[in-house]
Every structure is written in structure tokens, then in C-alpha cells.
């Protein structure tokens, strides 16, 4: 194998930045050493951000914006300062287009509704149109289906190629001055590839339908600058970024999030309530209703430190060069079909194949006693694989902290499950 690894270049130190990660020492299935290959559901994450949660707790534990005494204000300070690393981590024009919720599934749904209450022009009803992809994960597509029952409005998408790319062919058809948003994601996280941005946008801009985007397997992997990205709204999770879960980000631009309704009421989100009205307070906070995610985001704000530490360019080098020699390992193996782009070139670091007849789940059930953990599944994006005729995939992804030789074990792994199953 070390003939095969010859030429990988843009590699990061892995063997010191696994040593922040204490479960990738563990072993499973009687000693062997675990083989973590699905960072696409969720990534590891360093001591760093396991020591930033455990300090919060042991030290600075309240609610914040509302107490006057010491840890109180020690909290809201964390719980803010986190909002200010996530600002400057995406290139945000102003701190107060960050909005904390629970996930990014959350972040899509508020958007979603935030459009079915809003006024004109924003309003999402019978005589519009909502625009999203054959590609998406399912908390892209579902919101959508809500909204479109809800108000009537028409709920179009565009398809993929053969190749597991959008069919852009009739953009000009599908993307119509009836569009009011324009919903997508900017990596699938089923098959890696990466959407053309720009062009999709373009389209958008010159009906002025609003733009929505997904970035949940973006955020973690390559650099995410909202103002080159040039959407109205970008959402995104913790949990797939070296931080904890419970925590998602949604970036609106500020004119956008000063116009709309909020999505859930309660404390926090309002400026003065009496029986008979209520007034809110100004974005972020508008959409931020009760106690948030105070933990998390002080976790995740330690997950953007660390990931800025290395650098998100190298990181993308990293997985870039992993992904590159994934995908010729795996195309040796006989019988094996990536689902998807088959290439290297713009596509990100999460790879989906089928093994012959073999179903996926008999495949990530022995890779499992291999001690390789991989996904198998729909992988919440159903709709890519009853384009593909097939039940399921296995769906291999990488991380900063992925080495040559996890790719290697795969491959071994693979062919043990071609002689276990004959």
C-alpha cells in the first residue's frame, strides 16, 4: 500500500491532531482499534472543546442576559463571545446575523416559517413558487413540503445527472418570477458533490427570489464566507464541525432578519409584553426564544478556535488529497459502483457506493467487526437513491483527522465482505 500513497501531497500532521481526539484511541470487537469513517453524521471532537463545555459547567454555569451577579455575567459574556468567533468564522458583516438554534434542521425550518408568516414582499403563499433539489437532505426537503401545504405555493426542484450532478438544463424554467426562495445545498452529503453557487444564484438574483443555503458539509470542510457566497440565508451545525451537539447556526442578512416574523415566542425574544400585545427585540435575539444552547455554543465557539488554529484551507487540502486516493482505493475493488461523482474534482469528502448485490447494511454490519464504522442507509437523502434504483449505500466520509491508512482499511475491509459473502 505505500507504493499507492506515493504522491499525496496537502496532508495535515495527523498523527498529532489525533491525540486531541481521545475516542480514536478506543477498541472495539476484542481489541481492534476503531476506524472512524463517518464524520458526514457527526465528527469527533478534540480535548479542546471537552474541556471548554466541562469549564462552563464546573465554573461559569447561569442563564444569561438576565442575571447581575458574577457567573451570570461570565455566561452571557461566553454565550456572546461564542457568537462572535461563529461572526468572524463565516466573514458575517455584523454579529447580530448570527442566530444560535438547535440544529441546523431548526435553522432550515425557521427560515421556512419565518417566510409563511411574513409580509409582502416575502410572503410565501398560493401564487408563488418554492425551488429546492432532488439532492437534499431531507431537513431541506420536509420544511419545504410543510410550507408548501400550508400557503399552496408550488413546490418545484432540479434533478441529477447520471454523474450525481444538478441538472441545470432548464434553469431558466424551473427558477420563474413566481420563485420566492431558492433552497439548496452547497455539498451533498450523500454523494460529496458540490453545487455550482454561482450560477444557481445568478438565476435567483434576476427574479429576486431570496436564497437559502445548506451548508451543514460545507462549514466543517472548506472555507464558508457568507458575502462571497452572496445568499440571503446559510445554516449549519456544530456537531458535524468538531463541536457538540444541540447547537446549529443560521445566518440571515440583517435587513432580511429585521423584516421578518419570528418563529418562536417566549423570553428572550421580546422588548415589552401586556395582555393584549407584544413587541420584540431586535435580531438576533427575536429568534431566540427561552433559554438557548448556552453550553453548546460556548463548545462550538472552542470548535471554531480549533479549526481556525489549523486552518480551513488546509483542511480542505487535506481531505481533498484523502478524498482523491479514497476514491482510486475504492474503484479497485471489483463490483463496487460510487454513487455520484466518480472523481476527485469538486466534490467534497463523503463517498457513497454499493457492493454488487451485497445489501448495505450486511456491508456496514461486517465492517463493523472490522472495527471500521461507516454509514448505511438513506442517509436522510431518500430521494438520491430512488433516482439510482438502488435500496441503500454505504457511505464512507473523512475528516482532518482521516490518514491514508483508515482508506486502506476500508478497501481490506471491503474485500472481507466480498469473501464472507461469496
Not at 395582555?275 to 426564544?289: G, L, Q, R, V
Request: proline content about 5%.
Amino acid at each position: 500500500m505505500t507504493d499507492a500513497r506515493q504522491g499525496l501531497s496537502g496532508l495535515l500532521d495527523t498523527e498529532a491532531i489525533r491525540k486531541d481526539f481521545p475516542i480514536l484511541d478506543r477498541t472495539v470487537h476484542d481489541g481492534k482499534k476503531i476506524v472512524y469513517l463517518d464524520s458526514a453524521a457527526t465528527s469527533q471532537k478534540p480535548r479542546q472543546v471537552l474541556d471548554a463545555l466541562n469549564e462552563y459547567y464546573e465554573r461559569h454555569n447561569a442563564n444569561v442576559h438576565r442575571g447581575v451577579y458574577t457567573i451570570a455575567e461570565e455566561a452571557t459574556a461566553l454565550y456572546e463571545g461564542a457568537r462572535d468567533k461563529v461572526a468572524a468564522f463565516i466573514n458575517a458583516p455584523s454579529r447580530n446575523e448570527v442566530i444560535f438554534t438547535k440544529n441546523a434542521s431548526e435553522s432550515l425550518n425557521l427560515v421556512a416559517n419565518m417566510l409563511g408568516w411574513a409580509d409582502e414582499p416575502y410572503r410565501v403563499d398560493s401564487d408563488t413558487e418554492i425551488v429546492t433539489t432532488e439532492m437534499e437532505h431531507h431537513s431541506n426537503i420536509v420544511p419545504w413540503q410543510l410550507l408548501s401545504q400550508r400557503t399552496g405555493a408550488k413546490l418545484k426542484w432540479f434533478g441529477i445527472t447520471d454523474d450525481g450532478r444538478l441538472d441545470l438544463s432548464d434553469i431558466d424554467e424551473v427558477i420563474t418570477e413566481k420563485t420566492k426562495i431558492v433552497t439548496f445545498t452547497l455539498v451533498s452529503n450523500i454523494m460529496g458533490t458540490i453545487n455550482p453557487v454561482e450560477q444557481i444564484i445568478r438565476r435567483a438574483q434576476q427574479v429576486g427570489a431570496l436564497v437559502c443555503i445548506d451548508a451543514s458539509q460545507a462549514a466543517p470542510h472548506m472555507v464558508l464566507d457568507v458575502q462571497a457566497l452572496q445568499a440571503d440565508f446559510v445554516a449549519f451545525t456544530g456537531h458535524k464541525m468538531v463541536g457538540p451537539t444541540g447547537i446549529g447556526v443560521l445566518w440571515g442578512r440583517q435587513e432580511l432578519l429585521e423584516d421578518l416574523p419570528p418563529f418562536l415566542g417566549g423570553g428572550e425574544m421580546i422588548e415589552t409584553v401586556s395582555m393584549h400585545s407584544s413587541t420584540y427585540a431586535p435580531a438576533p435575539y427575536k429568534f431566540e426564544a427561552g433559554t438557548p444552547p448556552i453550553a453548546q455554543a460556548v463548545g462550538l465557539g472552542a470548535a471554531v478556535d480549533y479549526l481556525s488554529a489549523i486552518g480551513m484551507e488546509n483542511i480542505h487540502r487535506h481531505e481533498q488529497a484523502i478524498t482523491e486516493y479514497a476514491v482510486k482505493r475504492l474503484l479497485e475493488v471489483p463490483d463496487l459502483r460510487i454513487i455520484g461523482p466518480s472523481t476527485a474534482v469538486d466534490r467534497g469528502a463523503a463517498i457513497s457506493f454499493t457492493l454488487g448485490d451485497i445489501h448495505p447494511h450486511d456491508v456496514g454490519q461486517v465492517l463493523d467487526e472490522q472495527g471500521i464504522a461507516v454509514r448505511v442507509g438513506h442517509h436522510c437523502a431518500r430521494p438520491v437513491c430512488l433516482r439510482y434504483g438502488i435500496p441503500a449505500t454505504t457511505r464512507a466520509s473523512f475528516y482532518l483527522y482521516s490518514t491514508p491508512a483508515e482508506v486502506d482499511a476500508l478497501v481490506d475491509g471491503l474485500e472481507h465482505v466480498r469473501n464472507f459473502f461469496g
